[in-house]
């Protein structure tokens, strides 16, 4: 079975600072591991995606995030935390043994200081 | 414009009367899936769907029935037995039920019952 821990619950940034989410998986296959996003009130929207390519993965709105095996772990970052990236951030794990099911981690809500 | 839409947007219901929530992709996608999301937790997978007139129980069907007679259409009934039925609903698809396709998601329905 895998599964995904998000790290922080919340995280509270200024506006132009960096932003670090942190997430954890364990999984006794190789992984494909997702970050989504969601505003209030609204569906999930993916950022980016890792299936066994390139372990930097570059996504949508300036985010990437780095798969380390060694560490198990997907933490997403951008570099520059705009207001508009006030939400909730998920982390989202699936293998190939459970081919139909994505392991959602609880969910870090970002809030943005002006 | 491609996409999931998910009617109505919010729903309210009196206690033991069932209600259909619909969901309809348009994106040629094979499989689909639905989802609860309460307060504070990440996603839960209700049932599922790979294929047309085939569906399975997700992690917690109970209290919940589908239905797939066409592949664009998914909807999702809550039944009187479900017994704590209000909750943020989810609907999303992917072109296969793997792990290495993202999931689209629709833009929620909020089901209150009093």
């Known amino acids: 079975a895998q599964s995904v821990t998000q790290l922080d619950s919340h995280v509270s940034v200024s506006e132009g600072t960096p932003v670090l989410l942190r997430c954890n998986y364990s999984?006794?296959?190789?992984?494909?591991l997702f970050w989504y996003v969601q505003h209030p009130n609204k569906g999930l929207q993916l950022l980016l995606k890792?299936?066994?390519?390139?372990?930097l993965v570059k996504g949508i709105n300036g985010f990437e995030a780095e798969f380390k095996k060694s560490e198990t772990s997907f933490h997403l970052t951008k570099p520059s935390a705009h207001m508009s990236d006030a939400a909730e951030y998920f982390c989202?794990?699936?293998?190939?043994?459970?081919?139909?099911?994505?392991?959602f981690g609880a969910g870090t809500t970002v809030t943005v200081r002006a | 414009d491609g996409g999931i839409t998910q009617s109505p947007k919010y729903l309210f219901r009196k206690e033991g009367q069932n209600v259909t929530l619909s969901c309809e992709q348009n994106?040629?996608?094979?499989?689909m899936y639905w989802y609860r999301q309460d307060p504070g937790q990440g996603l839960r997978l209700i049932y599922y769907?790979?294929?047309?007139?085939?569906?399975q129980k997700g992690d917690i069907a109970e209290g919940y029935s589908v239905s797939r007679e066409k592949k664009e259409s998914f909807p999702l009934t809550v039944t009187s037995a479900q017994k704590n039925p209000t909750a943020f609903y989810l609907c999303?698809?992917?072109?296969?039920?793997?792990?290495?396709?993202?999931?689209?998601f629709g833009p929620g329905t909020r089901l209150t019952v009093t």
């Open positions: 989202v794990v699936s293998v190939p043994s459970n081919d139909y099911k994505l392991s």
């Open positions: 890792y299936t066994s390519a390139a372990t």
């Open positions: 769907s790979q294929i047309v007139n085939d569906f």
């Open positions: 994106l040629n996608h094979d499989a």
């Open positions: 999984s006794s296959y190789s992984p494909s």
């Open positions: 999303a698809s992917s072109m296969r039920a793997t792990e290495t396709y993202e999931q689209y």
